[in-house]
């Protein structure tokens, strides 16, 4: 390491090192504000995204805003989409509309995909980093990596991460799209991605040593070429331009999403959005294949690697993407309604291409997440969701680690069970394009709707299935397309998220959603399912059983208990009329040091008073005679089904203590307590 | 009017002078920044209210805070009822639950009876009122009223009330409960209360010129007081004490409101708060009759005109209104089951009174409203919310007024609506008071259990019934415990709030509960149901004679428009494929000068692809083949109902005319427009 002449820059250590405050980087900071790891957030632009980019909110994405607060302010600004319309032309070459159907899946959430424009994600999610982090977490800014090393694998650092921080000047670092005119995303690979790494100055330069780095730095990662990770996939000759408008049509279902087809003109896609403000994806024609040598396009997709070793494609003529361009080509498809724009709040133009990086990690140790490690069109509106899914996946299980919680091993199972996700998201997006980018007579309109039909659920980010791991208790041969399902709770798919279901609350005859009780802690959730235990000898017997065990102090329970990552809640299927709250016992109505009882662990799936509900049961498939122990990651995500009975605890303690260091017997006596106890206070109404 | 000789005190003039920062008054002040009203709002305490006080939040209230945007801030913080349980001695003299019922009445609103502290609900309001007004509006403290004059009736001033306000020092305005002692109310009659209005400085005071005042300081309020209005009414011999405590129980339901009985303790009732609080009204034997010349007893309800020629009753022993002497009230009553304090956050005692003022008015120049107009015990829970609510029906009028949009004759509705209001209040309460009150064995279980029933609807605020005036359109000998309900709208009464009924918006298909799309702008709207037009040709033809009427620029609602006090909306039920679009009139998919389309006021009561909505018609009794016309008034009640045709239009404007300036023909030329544009911006999602 050369030791430079200057005063050494300053030196710190942190737990994790953030690269780029982007949705990947933000949903990092929000899981790991929440559960009290030190950071640091760095972006290399001087400011926030004010408009355009990424626009979907996915139901999943909802449900997961939902469990960290803030969700409420999602639903109060966005647009909804409920239903799709589909445009062709008729015999005369006019579109007309030839079907509507519902958008998403009815049912499958509680949320419906939803649009609005990235700044306003990112503020919902910087605002709740501030307030988990008392305001310590921030992102810092223009700051950008210069070198980063890892240590050898056999070192005993705690810190084994060494990165380089410069800070840039701020007009170094200011995007061009911010300029005093429509704001635009022509180019986005803006200067901060051409900056010298080399710097003039030690004084702007700091060395911080990290336990773990996150590459949340986009389509061309700093990281990810850091690390040498290869970003596979390639580019097509399809170009579509972007408009985001307030539009002046007569056309009917302008607030609908729509699928436009004409017959010579191309195609259009339809979001409505927030504000009045209409997305529309028009597909361009002759504009590829004519400027081989053009450098300063804009394409989302095209990866900085292009130029390295891999055949170059045709590239689109600049000269052509304008605002107006777009809309005359916009205006001919929409014939015969009117197309006029009120407002323009933001164009840009992309090829299509589809990349995914070939690892998402390096040792364990430097993640990627995001764009970083996978590109696509974003059309099917996945890009910002899958970003955010890829953190929320990874922080919690970096938070365990950094927390002496659990082995690093568990670290594993986000390449696995992400880089599944990405290539199913690839392949997805790829079906898609050629779909949307195929011309008029070459795919039918009924193989255009399977499509779209079959993709509909995978879009609403619900039915994500991670496989078999060391944090997924399912058999490693099941095909990855089939959910795995238990005997004891048969709509209830292992490596699936939790659906959500209406319940009451034991205690208060409060109607809750489930997902409402499980917010963000950090916390394992073990689910009781212990039926009508009332009417149900054998079950009565089993809820006293279970209490017993988890009371005596001795058991693993407390420990976990003590580390505050373990949760358990129960939940009962007898009718009101036959239970009593001293029915239940203690260990699920425990009280805090000054007596103060905890009424918020037993809930009831039973008819309320006042709304809808008792129909969890039927909707996870659990019989209300037999009952089920369901285990939660802290994302949400089943991991274990077994009985409801002391055997079936031992069942899961034997699981969790394949990972969580509380239950290896030779550690637990020394183990800390209360790791997450700064973040985790008991719920209340 | 004496004149001072030192120099004159600063004078200023203003449109409405609000005095004191209790609820009424902060209602009052929301709608009118939101109205854009040059307000100024006043209180005499130093600091805003911590802890205790009123806790409860009706069903109705919440559906107004729903109207101003923030009812989603509620609903996160609050307890809710949403079951009552009863208990009673049994055989052995120990209490035992023998009913449990619905508390609240199930289906009458989207929201239930919610509780939390007074202070959180006043930080919600305050925080839309900054919002609103853009921060010009914040409360101005400590400044008291030293005198109110009223101009002569045949004054032509346009201030014609004359107000002297002193600036008070700080420590003089700061009551008792603020020190660092656990917070209680037992000194509510603060010192603000005593203060000389003889000023000895110029310096201190303003003279400030209004168009209107609204007193809305309180029980003892000192704008009552200068109008000479009386306060009639008695204080009881009942003594009540309150405690807002974290409990240390084993009681069963003590998350549930609870009406406890006990043999020879006295009653409890049990109300859930936020955060593990519960507040107990705990009834105090033995403290009355002691102590008839104690002075500085707490009595929220005893008023200040008490020692004013009405025969003094028994006072309670201040030297027993300890918290200890509560809680052991508490504890045994309680008895089989514990009750510790793990923290107390308030406690108070008062004696039972009820009291309406004879006028709400004088010269419908000044105004009282909140407990200024009615005091009672706190046990329905009703005080505040009959207080915001107050206000709630007063100040849109007065802005009307003031904006030169209606004539001043609809002021007068305001004590007529009001004080029906009040006087029922207090007979609910005087009942209820005497129930709770009884000695065991006084009343009979059933008997009490009625009363609540009974009760249970007016507690919802969701039953309050206006009689006949310029405002509402219905027989003036109609008995005031009968809704009237027009032969086309059977289950719509005249006089009440609309129900909510949940629907789809046409142009995007989102369904929405029409609470949701009918926001407080202040203005009235005019609900067109047209039924199922699509497929009744009667009613197709009388939905394009309405259209027709509706876009003549001369009519009525051109002038209406463009003084944005009247929107109207369209709510049709016919099938959605048998729907299009362009069938609606224009002027339900009017333009803006850009062309720019409002999607927003065309709702179908249809069912939706995601949730259940399709039953508006059924629930507001409007035949589908028939359809009705419902004006509501800027604070969402029924004033009128006709058929949905061109001559019940033309009635609907003969009605407006009997109060809206804009539709007096010899003023209608002469009209400014957009009167409330900066407020009513148009509705998107």
Redesign the interface.
């Known amino acids: 390491m050369a030791v430079p002449t200057l005063p050494p820059p300053k030196e710190s250590n942190v737990d994790v090192l953030i690269v780029g405050a982007g949705p990947a980087g933000y949903m990092a900071a929000l899981w790991l504000a929440k559960l009290g790891i030190k950071t640091k957030f760095i972006d290399k632009r001087s400011t926030k995204i004010f408009t355009g980019q990424a626009d979907g909110l996915q139901p999943r994405v909802l449900e997961v805003f939902e469990t960290f607060?803030f969700v409420?302010r999602a639903i109060?600004e966005?647009?909804?989409g409920?239903?799709a319309c589909f445009y062709e032309p008729d015999e005369t070459g006019r579109i007309r509309r030839v079907d509507k159907i519902?958008e998403?899946v009815?049912?499958i959430s509680r949320f419906?995909g939803s649009v609005i424009h990235q700044g306003r994600i990112e503020t919902w999610l910087s605002d709740a980093i501030e307030e988990f982090s008392g305001g310590a977490l921030t992102v810092e800014r223009p700051l950008a990596p210069e070198s980063l090393e890892i240590e050898s694998a056999d070192s005993t650092s705690e810190y084994p991460v060494r990165v380089v921080l410069k800070r840039l000047p701020d007009d170094n670092a200011s995007p061009e799209q911010f300029g005093h005119k429509v704001e635009n995303g022509l180019y986005r690979q803006f200067e901060g991605d051409q900056i010298n790494p080399v710097s003039s100055s030690q004084d702007d330069t700091e060395v911080l040593r990290a336990k773990y780095v996150l590459g949340c730095d986009g389509a061309h990662s700093w990281v990810r070429k850091q690390l040498g990770i290869e970003h596979k996939g390639e580019t097509t000759d399809y170009v579509w331009g972007v408009l985001d408008i307030?539009?002046?049509?007569?056309f009917?279902?302008?607030?609908?999403r729509c699928s436009i087809h004409s017959k010579d003109g191309g195609s259009i896609m339809v979001i409505?959005r927030?504000?009045?403000i209409v997305r529309l994806y028009i597909q361009l024609e002759g504009v590829a294949n004519e400027a081989d040598e053009a450098t300063n396009v804009a394409d989302d997709s095209t990866p900085s690697t292009a130029t390295n070793g891999e055949k170059k494609k045709a590239r689109v003529d600049r000269s052509k993407l304008t605002s107006e361009h777009i809309l005359a080509t916009a205006q001919n498809i929409f014939k015969p309604y009117s197309l006029?724009v009120?407002e323009m709040h933001w164009f840009t133009a992309y090829q299509i291409g589809q990349r995914v990086a070939t690892h998402f990690q390096k040792d364990n140790r430097v993640f990627i997440a995001g764009d970083a490690c996978h590109t696509h069109s974003p059309k099917a509106g996945q890009g910002m969701n899958v970003s955010m899914m890829d953190t929320f996946n990874l922080a919690w299980k970096i938070a365990y680690v950094v927390k002496g919680l659990a082995k690093p091993s568990i670290l594993t199972t986000y390449e696995d069970e992400r880089h599944t996700v990405a290539e199913d998201l690839i392949a997805y997006d790829l079906k898609l394009s050629r779909l949307f980018s195929s011309k008029p007579g070459e795919i039918s309109t009924e193989e255009f709707r399977r499509v779209i039909d079959q993709g509909s659920a995978f879009t609403t980010g619900c039915t994500v299935d991670y496989g078999a791991s060391l944090l997924m208790d399912k058999p490693a041969d099941q095909p990855r397309d089939v959910p795995y399902c238990s005997p004891l709770a048969t709509k209830l798919a292992i490596g699936m998220r939790l659906p959500d279901a209406k319940l009451v609350m034991q205690?208060?005859?409060?109607?809750w959603f489930l997902n409402q009780q499980l917010p963000s802690t950090g916390q394992f959730r073990l689910l009781i399912f212990i039926g009508d235990y009332a009417q149900t000898p054998a079950l009565k017997t089993q809820l006293s059983d279970i209490g017993a065990f988890l009371a005596e102090s001795e058991t693993a329970l407390q420990k976990l208990r003590d580390d505050n990552v373990l949760q358990p809640l129960l939940i009962h299927a007898s009718p009101q009329a036959k239970v009593?709250?001293?029915d239940f016992p203690i260990v699920f109505r425990p009280?805090d040091k000054?007596?103060?009882?905890n009424?918020w662990l037993i809930l009831a799936d039973t008819p309320?008073?006042?709304e809808i509900t008792g129909d969890a049961y039927e909707k996870y498939g659990i019989d209300k005679g037999v009952g089920a122990a369901v285990l939660l990651r802290p994302d949400g995500y089943v991991t274990k089904i077994t009985e409801p009975t002391v055997e079936g605890i031992k069942d899961i303690w034997k699981f969790l203590s394949r990972f969580l260091v509380a239950l290896e017997p030779s550690t637990a006596c020394t183990f800390s307590s209360n790791a997450f106890s700064t973040k985790s206070k008991s719920r209340?109404?």
């Open positions: 607060g409420d109060k966005v647009a909804v409920y239903e519902p998403g009815p049912g419906n307030v539009p002046v049509t007569d009917p279902d302008i607030r609908k409505p927030e504000n009045g006029e009120a205690s208060d005859a409060r109607p009593e709250w001293d009280r000054r007596g103060v009882m009424y309320s008073m006042h209340d109404d």
